[in-house]
């Protein structure tokens, strides 16, 4: 790795500036020079374009044989002793002010290049700083959102916690409360048994005396008071039993909410208390460009308090429903209760009924043959309008019958046969309901007439009837389960 003030470096960020005036030292152009020159010797013609005016002087010599000679080799001498000097002096193109220039440049381009590498060795001590300090405050700022994180969980977390102990408090008693129904609901059985057995030992008895009477209508009542009351019962059973799942499906999201919120609270406590001298600190490219996350913080909060809302809905609900079996179970008991009263009022009037009625048998004998008759005087009229009637669907039928013979076309369905149609149809519903009023009569012929043979034998029939309502029934009716086993208490 290359250092910021290496020479490379410096260079690189600010590269030397080219002088406007470049003048290379002048005894490396004077030894590059004479390295350049021919080491033999040069006729006088190659110094005629520096120097022209030599060659016109020396032009303008007359030339005579004698002297000729001598002072060719004069001028030879002359001339080419000196000639490397001469030479020197003719390619030297620069003055001293040029020389004294370019040293000025080299030592302002030496503190030029010095002053910067001085200002980035400043600039960049300064930088390490800031960019030291930056990183510094971005890890605090990393460092305090994990503990305000942190916090927010183990509120949530405390908050979760107060929540499952209140739903699990409140499943117990729920619990409770279901145990209590099922109880009160098998105690009721015994009640619903009796009242059955009542009816069915009833049933026995005969002739006339079998009628639905008060005490057959407060059993019937009872039966379906008892049967209404374990609906009930069932029915909030099972909302109990719903209840109950919904309470354990709450604290069952609570439960998985609060191992998430302990596991992210171990993690983020660990992330928290890291430090640059920590164990375990690596690095993990291209960890920041994984985006794992599923929420931000509004639908964290969001998820976790709906799951306490849902909490709390199904605990308020709970409570609610708990309060509704305690009602329950009293309401029941007291209907109960008062039902089996009414039964036995009912039953004790119907003994007193049964006694009296011994004496007034022949009144019903007469009011029964008197029936009788009438009811045969109907049954007649009936069948009379029943034949009557029949002639009419005879008529329609046949009109009908002829009209499906028309040809083609003419088979018209006009008014003239939806008339008929609804006149058969009109017709036939009459008789049958002529016929179903004479089975009817019939059928009330037939119980009079079993009546008035009841009637003869009444005297048997009561003294049965006496000993089932009051040996039988309310033998069986001196007790009842009290109201705290009808509670569920016991």
Aim: glycine share 2%; aromatic share 6%.
């Amino acid at each position: 790795m290359e250092f910021l003030g290496s020479t490379l470096t410096a260079t690189y960020a600010h590269p030397k500036p080219t002088p406007t005036n470049f003048l290379p030292a002048i005894g490396t152009v004077t030894s590059s020079y004479k390295d350049r020159f021919p080491h033999y010797n040069v006729t006088h013609s190659l110094s005629l374009p520096w120097r022209p005016s030599t060659y016109y002087k020396v032009a303008a010599n007359s030339p005579t044989l004698g002297p000729y000679c001598t002072r060719a080799q004069k001028v030879s001498e002359s001339t080419m002793l000196p000639f490397v000097s001469n030479r020197t002096t003719l390619f030297t193109r620069y003055t001293p002010d040029d020389w004294y220039r370019s040293n000025l440049t080299n030592y302002q381009e030496s503190n030029t290049s010095r002053h910067n590498s001085e200002s980035l060795r400043v600039d960049t001590s300064r930088l390490i700083q800031d960019k030291y300090q930056q990183i510094r405050k971005t890890q605090a700022d990393s460092t305090q959102n994990l503990g305000e994180r942190v916090n927010d969980i183990g509120f949530w977390k405390s908050e979760i916690i107060h929540e499952l102990d209140s739903m699990i408090g409140e499943t117990n008693e729920l619990t409770d409360s279901k145990k209590k129904l099922e109880r009160a609901l098998m105690e009721t059985e015994a009640p619903l048994q009796v009242a059955r057995e009542c009816l069915f030992h009833r049933e026995k008895r005969m002739g006339i005396d079998l009628v639905h009477d008060e005490v057959e209508a407060e059993l019937l009542t009872e039966v379906d008071n008892i049967l209404c009351c374990q609906e009930r019962m069932k029915l909030h059973l099972d909302k109990a039993v719903a209840q109950l799942a919904a309470n354990r499906a709450a604290q069952h999201e609570l439960e998985k909410d609060l191992h998430d919120k302990q596991v992210a609270h171990r993690i983020d406590d660990k992330c928290h208390h890291l430090r640059n001298t920590s164990d375990g600190v690596s690095y993990f490219r291209g960890v920041e460009r994984v985006d794992a996350t599923v929420s931000v913080p509004e639908s964290w909060a969001k998820f976790t308090d709906d799951n306490l809302l849902r909490s709390q809905s199904e605990r308020a609900a709970s409570a609610k429903l708990r309060d509704d079996i305690q009602n329950l179970l009293v309401v029941t008991a007291n209907e109960m209760w008062n039902q089996f009263n009414k039964v036995n009022l009912a039953l004790t009037n119907r003994i007193a009924e049964t006694a009296d009625a011994k004496s007034k048998i022949q009144v019903h004998l007469a009011k029964t043959l008197q029936e009788i008759f009438l009811t045969e005087m109907t049954i007649a009229s009936i069948r009379k309008a029943i034949k009557d009637k029949s002639a009419f669907l005879k008529v329609a039928q046949t009109r009908l019958d002829e009209r499906t013979r028309r040809p083609n076309i003419e088979l018209c369905r006009d008014m003239a046969q939806l008339r008929l149609v609804n006149e058969v149809y009109e017709v036939d519903d009459t008789i049958q309901t002529l016929q179903r009023r004479l089975r009817e009569a019939e059928e009330t012929l037939q119980s009079l007439v079993h009546t008035k043979a009841t009637l003869e034998h009444d005297l048997a029939v009561k003294a049965n009837t006496l000993y089932i309502d009051q040996e039988k029934c309310m033998g069986m009716r001196k007790s009842f389960p009290n109201t705290l086993r009808l509670v569920g208490y016991c």
